[in-house]
């Protein structure tokens, strides 16, 4: 028979609710993938059941009270992460992944491994190219590297930019002038900047031109120098495009190029740059590539198989 053990942790430091989640549904996903009981009881985590299955389980909570400290909202995808990692993000919880930002609404940092090598290689490298299939934070973990370096005055500047051509739609489509136009392929740069920065000081740094969202037709004859500069949906940028892109770099600045291989929008799924320096680019010294997979998705579960599921019809 097996033995039967109780394994106590203190949560002191931790909000209550984001640590058991809705209707303990943090603690459910974690009895159920385990195989073990959890009850919180004040400030008290305690985790029973077969020695084995209990020590692994308590590797997991010890992250999720981890991630509860830092002012993350624990949900339920966290804990089926956690659990696939086997508890690994509480070491990572206290090592060099996290992404410090004064004022932010929450701690910004990876939740899986191939999270984690990607924040590595924008701290390492020049330029990081940044491929994988959406929701799995190619962008938004940009965009906080992108913000940590300003506020910490590494950068005088952060620059993102976007195509605007996307889901076979032109900017004619649109009504209003060309900033009306312009601005609602730009929408998911000033999403990931408001969950970085309070309102008022983005806003001043908007105005004063410290940060700069532009289509990337903006970057053209341009040096940028001392700068942050970020390349989203890089799928959807031209051979030419890329080359004038990253031509732009100046002295101490540093580039990121995101893009989902799998949604190419051009006419010619061969004129895509991301496709081309991916080609012509390994090898070079400063240049890092990072592949994110399903397993790196941070959206809803969904999500994940959704893209797994397109995955395995191309395939066939």
Do not use: W
């Not at 932010?104 to 940092?109: C, E, G, S």
């Not at 649109?174 to 983005?202: F, N």
């Not at 090898?283 to 941070?298: H, M, N, R, S």
């Amino acid at each position: 028979m097996s033995k039967q053990v109780t394994h106590r942790i203190s949560t002191e430091g931790a909000d209550p609710l984001s640590l058991s989640g809705v209707n303990d549904s943090n603690l459910l996903e974690l009895e159920q993938a385990m195989g073990v009981r959890v009850t919180m009881r004040g400030e008290q985590f305690s985790v029973a059941g077969e020695l084995e299955a209990v020590e692994q389980a308590t590797r997991v909570a010890n992250a999720m009270v981890d991630l509860a400290r830092m002012g993350e909202v624990v949900s339920p995808e966290d804990v089926r992460r956690l659990v696939a990692d086997g508890g690994s993000d509480a070491q990572m919880a206290n090592g060099d992944y996290k992404i410090l930002l004064p004022g932010a609404r929450r701690v910004v940092q990876p939740k899986s491994q191939g999270q984690r090598e990607y924040v590595a290689a924008m701290r390492e490298n020049e330029i990081v190219v940044s491929i994988g299939p959406a929701g799995t934070g190619k962008t938004y973990l940009a965009v906080a590297m992108g913000v940590e370096a300003l506020t910490r005055k590494r950068v005088r500047r952060l620059v993102l930019a976007r195509p605007a051509v996307e889901a076979g739609e032109r900017l004619g489509f649109l009504p209003g002038d060309l900033q009306a136009k312009v601005d609602p392929y730009l929408r998911p740069l000033y999403d990931a900047l408001e969950d970085m920065m309070p309102e008022d000081r983005m806003q001043r740094a908007l105005e004063t031109r410290t940060i700069e969202i532009a289509p990337l037709g903006y970057m053209r004859g341009r040096t940028l120098q001392d700068a942050f500069v970020i390349l989203d949906e890089a799928q959807n940028v031209s051979n030419m495009q890329m080359k004038m892109f990253l031509t732009r770099l100046g002295l101490n600045s540093r580039a990121v190029v995101a893009g989902d291989k799998t949604q190419v929008d051009l006419p010619n799924r061969e004129e895509s740059g991301l496709l081309q320096v991916e080609r012509i680019l390994p090898g070079i010294e400063g240049v890092a590539f990072c592949y994110l997979e399903e397993d790196d998705v941070v959206r809803h579960r969904l999500v994940r198989e959704i893209i797994r599921a397109y995955s395995e019809d191309e395939n066939a």
